[in-house]
């Protein structure tokens, strides 16, 4: 058995090296990006693989409280077969389960928590390539991606939840001496003791697209701050999660702790599962990702609880002017094309006046944009096999529903194409549509559009630009904004349309810096302060309203000589 105690020595200088990189905001990452032998070894790439394929086609060596019967609700968007089977949750015993385990797990303290916590995610980086072949065959991430934003960028975004949450409950000391002086006797003394109180059972609803980056966060805050956690998985991606509540597991075992600290909630879909527990009186936190109606009804219904939502929103660009014409062009075509646009930080609406953008090369029309805007997304995606890194695959019938919608409309700029993957001949693969619209068009572009559907909108001048971006996303909703501009003024006004919009802003983005990728440690992830999510990832506020510090004291009693 290993001490929390013991882990949270062990991993003390990490987490005082990440508590330290969230306050500076500097560039700072604890998990290697690249899966390159010389960082991660010469056998841990095909080692990962092994150990991925090992759990296909068999039950998931897993316990569940309550469990009846099984689940196999996965299908790789890449077409190999998959049928991973789950233990089916029952939803009343996963709550009861984990409401037993409060006492104990409150006991091990912030800094025991912390330590396991850490301890569990060295674990899941031991594991980074088996883990990087169940995000890419669940999620339908191109591999490189799948290792990066589903193994080291999700371990990290991880590591910045413990560090703020072991921050935030040891803020207080735990036991402070307290004497008030007293004319003409002794000093009124006391011994007061601060205990850090979890809120309660906590539930993490996973998404499809990135079932551990954006599950983290809440996973992690949760635990440090003293609370059991259930993990809901999305029936498209259950077997990232599955993989992490098994690590969480093995480890508070091994800490002498009650595994149902952490635990699984597979289903089949339309068991609806994540409402019962949403709802549930003992369940004090919830954390979801996915999108705005059921977001919407777990912040309507789950009142017992706080709800974290992440939801989709109208990510926007104003284009006004460049001195970098094709730096923009390259940059706005891979952020169009990363994943097929299946991220939550994808730019959906791109305005720009009616009378062109001023360029280092001359002035360049809407149509003089958008056609040069299909000629970059043709270079960046002409070679089949770059396309498919780039693009990874569809991850669902709802979003090639809505490409196929987009791609009917009048207007298409740039039409989408499919594109042949070697590896994987059964990947559904899809270049991104732009369709051109008018500002008027507004029941089509303040809808949401997930996925690789793009809309170029002809405004009457930038200011008119601007007053759309802040409009639909106040209404909206959004998680990123851009504007390109060569105006200070331009600059200016962009800023404060951002701010009362409640949005991220990124200005002028040429390079290798993308406007749909964030960084821990260094940027926010969501504001809290429009319709698309309800706090960032990650800040105090993401933290603090998981725990209670709850005071008791007493009398130190006179010394008498």
């Known amino acids: ?106 006991a ?61 409950t040891t803020r207080m000391p735990a036991q402070t001496s307290w004497s008030k002086p007293q004319r003409g006797g002794d000093p009124l003394s006391m011994t007061k003791t601060g205990t850090v109180v979890g809120r309660g059972v906590a539930l993490v609803i996973g998404c499809t697209t990135f079932p551990t980056w954006n599950s983290y966060p809440g996973l992690f805050a949760s635990l440090v701050t003293g609370n059991p956690v259930i993990v809901k998985p999305h029936p498209g991606a259950v077997l990232p999660l599955a993989i992490t509540v098994q690590i969480c597991r093995e480890v508070l075992i091994e800490a002498g702790l009650n595994p149902d600290i952490v635990t699984l909630a597979a289903e089949q879909p339309g068991d609806g599962i994540a409402a019962t527990i949403a709802t549930h009186p003992d369940v004090r936190i919830v954390d979801f990702t996915g999108s705005s109606e059921f977001g919407d009804w777990l912040e309507a219904n789950a009142r017992q609880a706080v709800v974290y939502t992440e939801k989709a929103g109208l990510n926007t660009v104003v284009l006004d002017s460049t001195d970098d014409y094709r730096g923009l062009l390259r940059n706005l075509a891979f952020s169009l094309s990363l994943y097929s646009g299946q991220m939550c930080t994808t730019p959906q609406n791109l305005l720009i006046p009616r009378d062109g953008i001023t360029t280092e090369a001359g002035r360049r029309t809407p149509e003089e944009f958008g056609a040069d805007l299909a000629t970059a997304l043709g270079k960046l995606l002409g070679d089949p096999k770059r396309a498919a890194g780039t693009l990874g695959a569809i991850v669902n019938d709802g979003v090639l529903a809505r490409l196929t919608e987009a791609a009917g409309s009048p207007g298409v ?85 951002a701010l009362d919009a409640g949005v991220h802003l990124s200005e002028n983005l040429t390079g290798g810096v993308f406007v749909n990728q964030t960084a821990a440690f260094s940027d926010l992830h969501g504001t809290g302060a429009n319709p698309a999510a309800t706090a960032s990832l990650t800040d ?20 008498h000589e």
């Open 540 to 559: 105090d506020y993401f933290v603090s309203g998981r725990f209670f510090t709850l005071q008791s004291r007493h009398h130190v009693p006179a010394a």
């Open 413 to 497: 700029v740039h039409a989408s194409s499919e594109v042949a993957d070697e590896q994987f001949p059964g990947a559904t693969i899809r270049t991104p549509v732009v369709v051109r619209l008018d500002a008027a068009d507004e029941k089509a572009y303040t809808r949401e559009w997930f996925g690789p559907v793009s809309f170029l909108i002809t405004t009457d001048s930038t200011e008119h630009s601007l007053r759309i971006f802040t409009e639909t996303v106040r209404a909206h909703g959004a998680l990123t904004s851009l504007v390109h501009s060569t105006s200070p003024a331009v600059l200016d006004a962009a800023r404060e349309a």
């Open 1 to 106: 058995m290993t001490a929390p105690a013991d882990l949270y020595a062990t991993h003390r200088e990490l987490l005082e090296r990440a508590i330290a990189a969230a306050a500076a905001r500097d560039y700072w990452s604890a998990f290697p990006e690249s899966p390159s032998k010389s960082v991660y070894g010469e056998d841990a790439a095909p080692a990962g693989e092994r150990a991925f394929t090992a759990l296909l086609g068999k039950p998931f060596p897993i316990e569940v409280p309550g469990a009846s019967g099984a689940v196999s609700t996965e299908h790789s968007p890449y077409g190999i077969e998959l049928a991973v089977s789950y233990p089916k949750a029952d939803p009343l015993a996963l709550v009861a389960a984990a409401r037993a385990t409060i006492p104990a797990w409150r």
């Open 108 to 168: 091990v303290g912030p800094e025991g928590r912390a330590g396991i916590a850490t301890e569990i995610l060295r674990r899941i980086n031991a594991r980074i390539f088996e883990m990087a072949h169940a995000v890419q065959h669940t999620s339908g991430q191109a591999f490189v991606m799948a290792f990066q934003a589903g193994g080291a960028h999700a371990q990290d975004r991880a590591l910045e939840a413990i560090a703020y949450a072991l921050a935030a």
